[in-house]
């Protein structure tokens, strides 16, 4: 719709980020609210970490507003200050999307893996009884890793620049897959069918590699979750290197689908 | 623009109130920003009194929130929230808008009296040496009653329900402009060039009248500053008496642009 059709009845939904700069949500929900007329606009607000718990207590008391979507850096945190978690959301401990229920609590959940995985599936990709490399532990990671364990991945090895968030990672994971070999590692821990990048590194212009394809058999697939650019200097190296790849687009679009839906509206429709 | 457009880049602007359904705010900035190809959105936020606190603490986290309009009932308690105030907001003890300054802090106006003199004078309607009759002497009031003492009204007579924010705002009045005859007092207290009514009584279906306008002397002009309904209940009567009459909607134009300008902008252009 026209942003001049916003008005005193419109409902609200906001991504809370830092950077925020790049994010699409609020275009794949504007252009499906426009699509079937419902009186909602998705806009971006810019929070820095430091003031997530000051700006989500003045959140919650708008009361036109309905759901939250968290990126970076706010995705571990806000686990904790949501009233109620889905079952994604206390595996993974952390969540991307909060919604406002009808008793006026908040109920968080995470959709990161679900995307991610969901992606895999639509590009022809199986991910039951894989083996799979993980960079990256963060909010991201640990939803990744989740949904990665409930498709009925067979072995994971994770890496991550925290020591003590990566032990706690694969204590909840253990927890919850007992059946499944999850250990920390390196990408030298193969072979691997899967090799996943869930850390910043690429992000932007910066160029960096999160860690470096080449040395993996031709038949891995490489996947990122970084979204701009579109060809990260890692897919950029595993294309060059002959791996299929699987860009942060196609993870993004099934979380959007599978967070529209915990919101109550139909993305693809 | 349309809604899909929005993306992390947007600058947000939002009007807070409760009731909020009435607004017409958003529409006059978004359909400005459209015409310019600004890329921002203005929203309105459903916030009750009691969380305005809270609410305020953490809209000020956004970093690409440039501007808050204020509506009922946060007029005065804005008042103390923000970092500094300009003349208007400090004689009237409320304001209706706020800024983010270059250093990151607030600063907060009161536009709505501006609005109103400028509704009057654009109406053709003169104030300098006219004696009035405001009704209410909250917010809204305030600042239309400090308006017409800055335009050089020469009698004011006000009637509020609260005794002690009716003796403070006539002291704020009276030490700003002690050459103006300001005093408490009722319609009955006339003959007046302008009755205003600067209170709610009137907003949505209550049918209600803040004063009976029928022994006005004929050319007494009645306005209210209630835009929804656009005709009020006091304005349906004032003109079956035989008066002159101004809709709200004059008021919350100029106020519009009074506030437009404040955040940089020119809503007429």
């Given at each position: 719709?026209?942003?001049?059709?916003?008005?005193?009845?419109?409902?609200?939904?906001?991504?809370?980020?830092?950077?925020?700069?790049?994010?699409?949500?609020?275009?794949?929900?504007?252009?499906?609210?426009?699509?079937?007329?419902?009186?909602?606009v998705f806009v971006a607000h810019h929070l820095a970490a430091g003031d997530l718990k000051t700006a989500w207590a003045g959140l919650k008391t708008i009361k036109n507003l309905d759901g939250v979507v968290i990126t970076m850096p706010h995705k571990t945190p806000m686990c904790g200050l949501v009233d109620s978690l889905g079952i994604n959301g206390r595996v993974a401990g952390a969540i991307n999307a909060a919604r406002r229920k009808s008793d006026g609590s908040w109920e968080g959940d995470m959709f990161d893996g679900i995307g991610c995985v969901d992606g895999l599936k639509r590009q022809g990709h199986e991910v039951a009884g894989r083996s799979a490399f993980l960079m990256g532990i963060g909010g991201a990671g640990s939803a990744v890793a989740s949904a990665l364990a409930h498709a009925g991945v067979k072995r994971l090895v994770v890496q991550d620049i925290d020591p003590l968030r990566?032990?706690?990672?694969?204590?909840r994971i253990r927890a919850a897959y007992p059946e499944l070999?999850?250990?920390?590692?390196?990408?030298?821990?193969?072979?691997f069918d899967l090799a996943i990048n869930a850390t910043p590194v690429g992000?932007?212009?910066?160029?960096?590699?999160?860690?470096?394809?080449?040395?993996?058999?031709?038949?891995?697939?490489?996947?990122?979750?970084?979204?701009?650019?579109?060809?990260?200097?890692?897919?950029?190296?595993?294309?060059?290197?002959?791996?299929?790849?699987?860009?942060?687009?196609?993870?993004?679009?099934?979380?959007?689908?599978?967070?529209?839906q915990f919101f109550g509206f139909d993305l693809e429709s």
């Open positions: 719709m026209e942003t001049d059709k916003i008005d005193g009845l419109t409902r609200l939904f906001v991504i809370i980020g830092d950077p925020i700069h790049g994010v699409r949500t609020p275009t794949l929900f504007n252009e499906m609210f426009g699509r079937k007329n419902i009186n909602a990566l032990d706690r990672a694969i204590g070999s999850v250990a920390s590692g390196t990408i030298d821990d193969g072979p992000m932007g212009d910066s160029g960096a590699l999160p860690f470096d394809p080449s040395p993996l058999p031709a038949s891995t697939l490489v996947v990122d979750v970084i979204i701009k650019p579109e060809i990260t200097p890692l897919l950029v190296l595993a294309q060059k290197t002959g791996h299929p790849t699987q860009p942060g687009k196609h993870m993004h679009r099934g979380q959007a689908i599978a967070v529209a």
